[in-house]
Each structure stands twice: as structure tokens, then as C-alpha cells.
């Protein structure tokens, strides 16, 4: 069973930058598809950014897009999410996850799914606090 777990949450001021750190079990990224998502109190845990190994391409929500940057290091298969110009609206649980289609949707070429049900692999989540 893969595992997954986050690090590197914590409180901040507005403007400033972080990095979250997501190490998984596997041995490598290859055939992922990996995704940070975040969960405010009383919200819906949302898609964050993403990322499909294979081709490196990335995906971002439109909050952060522009200021947040999903990356990996697939020798030590960890996942990471630099946020810079956090602002009080992005306060919530970070969590990183994952699913393994094998390179399918690279080879095929299909639009990635990034949708929260579709992703099996979770970590606990860490906690990121900005205050304003």
C-alpha cells in the first residue's frame, strides 16, 4: 500500500512563501498522477495543482495559478508545493495525493482528471495558517 505523507505547513504572514513537502513510499513517480488539494474549515477539499509525471505537465486552480508551483524529485519521490504571496484565503489543510494509471492518459493523451474522487492515495494533510 503506498503511503503518503506532508510536511513543511505552518503559520505565516500575508506575502509570505512556503514550501510543502510530500514524501511517497513508491519507489518512483513514473505512471502517477500526483496532486496537492486543500480543505478550508467548513469548505470543500478542492484541487490545488497537479502534476502527470510522464510529461511533466502541470495543472493549476485558478486561486493560485501564477503563485503557487507543483514540482517532484522522483530519487526521493517527493512531491512539493511552493506557495509564494500566501494571503488569509489560503489558509487550510494541504493534502497530497495520487493515482497510478500506468501512463495511460500520457499515451492517449487525455485530458487529466483531477477531480478529488478520482484520486485514491492520500496523505494526512499539514496545515498551512496565513494571517493577515
Known amino acids: 500500500q503506498v503511503q503518503l505523507v506532508e510536511s513543511g505547513g505552518e503559520l505565516v504572514q500575508a506575502g509570505a512563501s512556503l514550501r510543502l513537502s510530500c514524501t511517497m513510499s513508491?519507489?518512483?513517480?513514473?505512471?502517477?498522477?500526483l496532486a496537492w488539494f486543500r480543505q478550508a474549515p467548513g469548505k470543500e477539499r478542492e484541487f490545488v495543482a497537479g502534476i502527470e509525471w510522464f510529461s511533466g505537465a502541470t495543472s493549476y486552480a485558478d486561486s493560485v495559478k501564477g503563485r503557487f508551483i507543483i514540482s517532484g524529485d522522483n530519487e526521493k519521490t517527493q512531491l512539493y508545493l511552493r506557495m509564494n504571496n500566501l494571503q488569509p484565503e489560503d489558509t487550510a489543510v494541504y493534502y497530497c495525493?495520487?493515482?497510478?494509471?500506468?501512463?495511460?492518459?500520457?499515451?492517449?493523451?487525455?485530458?487529466?482528471?483531477?477531480?478529488?474522487?478520482?484520486?485514491?492515495?492520500w496523505g494526512q494533510g499539514t496545515q498551512v495558517t496565513v494571517s493577515s
Open positions: 513508491d519507489r518512483t513517480f513514473s505512471g502517477y498522477i
Open positions: 495525493a495520487a493515482k497510478y494509471d500506468g501512463g495511460i492518459t500520457y499515451v492517449t493523451r487525455r485530458e487529466i482528471d483531477y477531480a478529488r474522487t478520482t484520486f485514491p492515495i
